[in-house]
């Protein structure tokens, strides 16, 4: 029996010809929901007060079908760190969603004379009932202008829908009703 005698002999330039058996690729990074960082924040309050207004869904809803309920919200109020303002925007309920994503998602601009400040809404208990419900938040400033352009709070909001107030013949008959929005965010420690 002939026996070959084999070595081991390392070569790099052996490895350049070969077809790769795996790919991978790497996307961006998710971005950190700040909003949900509660310990980080200073004792005085940036945006503090209650809001009051109105909401109006767009459509029917559309949950069951996999796609979020969107509800317009309007409304003003007096605000501890900017004053008397109008408020306008949009709050999402449920639809289909990964796991990490909450199922609340808005934004809201709150405008005065001096500019406006744009705040992110999340939370939870957005495939259920929304009409007659309260809905805890949380708030992040991610936007401002003029003399908020500097502006940087996050920490808190509830949102308290009220019951239907339109009630049509005809079908479909979105809901509209009375909306209070309450907001606690405080300037984050760095």
Same mark, same amino acid.
């Given at each position: 029996?002939?026996?070959?005698?084999?070595?081991?002999?390392?070569?790099?330039?052996?490895?350049?010809?070969?077809?790769? %058996?795996?790919?991978? !690729?790497?996307?961006?990074?998710?971005?950190?929901?700040?909003?949900?960082?509660?310990?980080? %924040?200073s004792s005085?309050?940036?945006?503090? *007060?209650?809001?009051?207004?109105?909401?109006?869904?767009? +459509?029917?809803?559309?949950?069951?079908?996999?796609? @979020?309920?969107?509800f317009n #919200?309007?409304?003003?109020?007096?605000?501890?760190?900017l004053g008397? #303002?109008?408020?306008?925007?949009?709050?999402?309920?449920?639809?289909?969603?990964?796991?990490?994503?909450?199922?609340?998602? +808005?934004?809201?601009?709150?405008?005065?004379?001096?500019?406006?400040? !744009?705040?992110?809404?999340?939370? +939870?208990? *957005?495939?259920?009932?929304?009409?007659?419900?309260?809905?805890?938040?949380?708030?992040?400033?991610? *936007?401002? %202008? *003029?003399?908020?352009?500097?502006?940087?709070?996050?920490?808190?909001?509830?949102?308290?829908?009220?019951?239907? %107030?339109?009630?049509?013949? !005809?079908?479909?008959?979105? @809901?509209? +009703?009375?909306? !209070?929005?309450?907001?606690?965010?405080?300037?984050? #420690?760095?």
């Amino acid at each position: 029996m002939n026996r070959r005698k084999r070595t081991f002999q390392p070569s790099a330039l052996s490895l350049e010809d070969r077809a790769l %058996t795996t790919v991978m !690729t790497v996307g961006p990074m998710p971005l950190a929901d700040v909003s949900a960082i509660r310990t980080a %924040t200073s004792s005085r309050p940036v945006v503090s *007060g209650r809001l009051t207004g109105n909401y109006a869904a767009e +459509g029917d809803d559309s949950r069951p079908s996999d796609r @979020p309920w969107h509800f317009n #919200v309007a409304g003003s109020g007096d605000l501890l760190g900017l004053g008397r #303002v109008r408020m306008s925007g949009a709050i999402d309920f449920g639809g289909f969603l990964a796991p990490s994503v909450p199922s609340v998602r +808005g934004t809201i601009t709150l405008r005065n004379a001096q500019g406006s400040v !744009t705040i992110r809404l999340t939370g +939870g208990g *957005g495939h259920g009932q929304v009409l007659e419900q309260r809905f805890a938040l949380n708030a992040s400033i991610v *936007g401002g %202008t *003029g003399a908020y352009r500097n502006l940087r709070g996050i920490g808190s909001g509830r949102a308290s829908f009220g019951p239907n %107030t339109i009630f049509c013949i !005809t079908t479909p008959c979105p @809901p509209k +009703g009375a909306l !209070t929005l309450q907001l606690d965010l405080r300037r984050p #420690v760095r």
